[in-house]
């Protein structure tokens, strides 16, 4: 897949294609029914499929105060929208001067001169241009002006529920702890990015090393809590030392038990490993299953106690969750 940062780095001559235009915060189950219609379409008319989105919400900018955490950095959204099949993804900036941008001349500059798109699908619900005037109507009105065509793909919604597969559906989940509700939405584990770096040691005194993820990692961290899960560790640049995947026991929470971590932690317990030495990798952590939430115990015997019935659970878990892959 190619990726571009700026319409300018798109080639000459690149195209026909099909656009598919969205936020696309967490690649949900509902972002891939989209796309998958745009490479039905893109067989029949000969073309490729692009996905066009941000490098942050655009409410970021347009009014910080109502914009909701991301459910996955942009880097995730640019592996995850990979991964559907698309063959380019363009990731807009969305700053001062795309946001001034009037409707006409966003499909103009976007659709028509940097892509030549033959068609373009967007949700009911799609805004773009100053101030958000443009809509999936007025986008079909400039479509018939510049030659392409105007596929509005109305919600999917969750069979059980009956609610539309929504990021603020997932982040509500997420919020309460229920990665396997999301997942169901998702269509695959909700996951966080990071650096491994060095913490405390409480773990490694205690019997449970962990690998404690850094602060400015990507993705919504779920509530606190302790989770069975999956840490893959990355492949490195130069391409020797491969991708691995390792069970995990996950714990989110400030250890109240010590009460001596100032901020939210991220740090997963790889099962059986003890000197597994993993500072400076980056790692992703996929959440499959809540065990319990988090609060402090009567001491360490208590504590370390309740370690050892989590890394059984999380065994039993992960055994049933490789027997549906």
């Known amino acids: 897949m190619i990726v571009f940062r700026d319409p300018a780095e798109v080639p000459s001559g690149f195209g026909p294609s099909v656009v598919v235009i969205g936020k696309f915060d967490g690649v949900h189950s509902g972002h891939r029914a989209v796309i998958d219609r745009a490479r039905v379409k893109a067989v029949s008319l000969g073309a490729t499929v692009v996905a066009v989105t941000f490098d942050r919400n655009p409410l970021a900018l347009l009014a910080p105060d109502k914009c909701p955490e991301n459910l996955i950095g942009v880097n995730q959204k640019v592996r995850l929208l990979a991964d559907t099949g698309v063959d380019a993804v363009l990731v807009l900036r969305f700053d001062e001067d795309l946001a001034s941008l009037e409707a006409d ?12 798109a033959q068609a373009v699908l967007v949700g009911a619900d799609f805004r773009f241009g100053r101030g958000g005037a443009g809509t999936a109507e007025s986008l079909t009105a400039l479509g018939l002006s510049h030659g392409f065509d105007v596929d509005v793909v109305h919600d999917v919604r969750a069979a059980d529920r009956g609610r539309r597969v929504s990021s603020t559906w997932i982040r509500e989940l997420l919020s309460s702890g229920d990665v396997a509700g999301a997942r169901k939405l998702l269509g695959r584990d909700h996951s966080v990015v990071g650096e491994v770096v060095h913490g405390l040691k409480r773990g490694r005194e205690i019997g449970y090393p962990t690998a404690n993820l850094s602060h400015d990692l990507e993705g ?4 606190d809590g ?10 490195d640049a130069s391409g020797l030392r491969p991708g691995i995947r390792y069970p995990a026991a996950i714990s989110i929470g400030t250890n109240p038990t010590f009460d001596d971590v100032a901020s939210r932690q991220v740090e997963a317990y790889v099962l059986d490993e003890t000197d597994l030495d993993l500072y400076g990798h980056h790692v992703e952590v996929r959440f499959v299953e809540r065990i319990r939430g988090m609060g402090a115990f009567e001491g360490i015997d208590a504590l370390v106690t309740q370690i050892a019935d989590d890394v ?4 039993e878990i992960l055994a049933r969750d490789q027997s549906t892959d």
């Open 105 to 116: 001349e966003f499909a103009r500059l976007v659709l028509v001169d940097t892509l030549a």
């Open 220 to 223: 919504f961290v779920p509530a």
């Open 226 to 235: 302790v989770y069975a899960g999956w840490l893959i560790d990355e492949a």
């Open 312 to 315: 059984e659970r999380t065994r």
